[in-house]
């Protein structure tokens, strides 16, 4: 039976879920959807331009493993001018979860122990699981600050790595230079591979973005195009970090993704000149009308970039809540598809503000209407 061949790791993560709320929306006729992890604009002109000019031109092959030289020099010097440091490296991969894939195998041994602070990412815990290693979740609630003595004491003989996401998904919560610090500080001391990932570095709206590399030179910092240009599908991420990490991870890609798509690459060269900052801006603009819509019968906490927000339910848990909602037509997430809790519930603000204000009005609604 081909049922037998499935490896073990595989039964370590399933993908029940978001499978569970799609397969609750799947009988939903236009839902107000505010479960959207992706920005509701399409990919820049100059970046679709660029894209088919390189189809065009031929550069249709694979390319060098670590990615195409004039992108990787834009993005070096990029990085040589942030942080200063000798031995930071960069080099292009296939999206950020292609970057994550790489760094968990090439770092994590079975057995290792890597820290996740809850709620996070949902790919965070199945790709350290389908590697062999243990979670161990550091959690964040009521407001979702680093509480770097949680840290301290979660950190064993066997802690390899800690995954870090600033902005987050699914809180928006953007960490301050101060909690950044500290744990960029205790990573150093502790010799633990710090993991930053910055996906949604564009994306904070009411103080500057800190990165823990400017504090610790060992930082393995993964990044990409996907949301600040719109670009999910054309899978483009990029990775820095000391030489002897960031070489085992071009040989692992070279043995799996080979390369990013090389099209894309050259599409990401006219990307990092594109300015995205007109659409910063305006799902700041979308942040404050959601958290001026919803404060009064919500707790609101984070909610300081990226484009999410993570509220805890007025009653019943995040899965009660989001199943009322779905009756209500109104698609959400609950919080246990990102967090060992069940009582929250993730909105995405990455939408039409039309759709954004409905959203609004049905979760008021339920809020003074306990089913
Ligand atoms: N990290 C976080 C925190 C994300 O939210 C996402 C996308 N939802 C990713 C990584 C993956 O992005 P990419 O498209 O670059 O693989």
Avoid at 155 to 177: C, H
Wanted: aromatic share 10%.
């Amino acid at each position: 039976m081909s049922e037998e061949w499935i490896s073990d790791r595989m039964h370590l993560i399933d993908a029940s879920g978001i499978r569970k709320v799609f397969d609750l929306a799947a009988n939903m006729k236009n839902p107000i959807n505010l479960s959207i992890g992706q920005p509701h604009f399409d990919t820049p002109d100059v970046i679709k331009d660029a894209l088919c000019q390189a189809v065009r031109d031929g550069k249709n092959a694979y390319s060098q493993t670590q990615g195409i030289a004039p992108l990787i020099e834009k993005i070096q010097s990029r990085v040589d001018t942030e942080y200063h440091h000798d031995d930071r490296q960069v080099f292009i991969s296939s999206g950020t979860s292609g970057a994550l894939m790489l760094v968990l195998n090439a770092l994590i041994n079975p057995g290792d122990e890597v820290i996740v602070f809850d709620p996070f990412f949902v790919m965070y815990s199945h790709l350290a699981k389908v590697v062999g290693g243990n979670l161990v979740f550091v959690e964040t609630y009521p407001n979702f600050s680093i509480d770097i003595e949680k840290v301290r004491n979660a950190i064993t003989d066997r802690t390899k790595l800690i995954l870090f996401n600033s902005p987050s998904n699914p809180t928006g919560y953007v960490a301050s230079e101060a909690e950044t610090r500290a744990l960029a500080e205790l990573a150093a001391e502790k010799n633990i591979a710090l993991v930053s990932d910055e996906i949604y570095r564009a994306f904070c709206y009411d103080q500057p973005f800190v990165s823990p590399a400017a504090f610790n030179e060992n930082v393995i910092v993964i990044d990409g195009f996907s949301k600040s240009h719109s670009m999910t599908g054309h899978r483009l991420g990029f990775v820095h970090g000391p030489q002897s990490v960031i070489q085992q991870m071009i040989k692992l890609q070279q043995y799996t993704f080979v390369c990013a798509p090389h099209p894309m690459q050259w599409a990401g060269l006219a990307a990092l000149d594109c300015d995205v900052s007109d659409r910063v801006e305006e799902y700041r603009q979308k942040r404050d009308l959601m958290r001026n819509r919803l404060a009064d019968k919500f707790e609101i906490s984070g909610a300081q970039g990226a484009f999410y927000m993570f509220l805890k339910t007025p009653w019943g848990t995040g899965t009660e809540f989001c199943t009322e909602a779905i009756r209500n037509n109104l698609l959400i997430i609950p919080g246990n598809v990102f967090s060992s809790c069940d009582t929250h519930f993730r909105i995405s603000y990455a939408q039409e503000n039309s759709i954004l204000e409905q959203g609004a009005d049905i979760l008021n609604r339920l809020a003074d209407h306990k089913m």
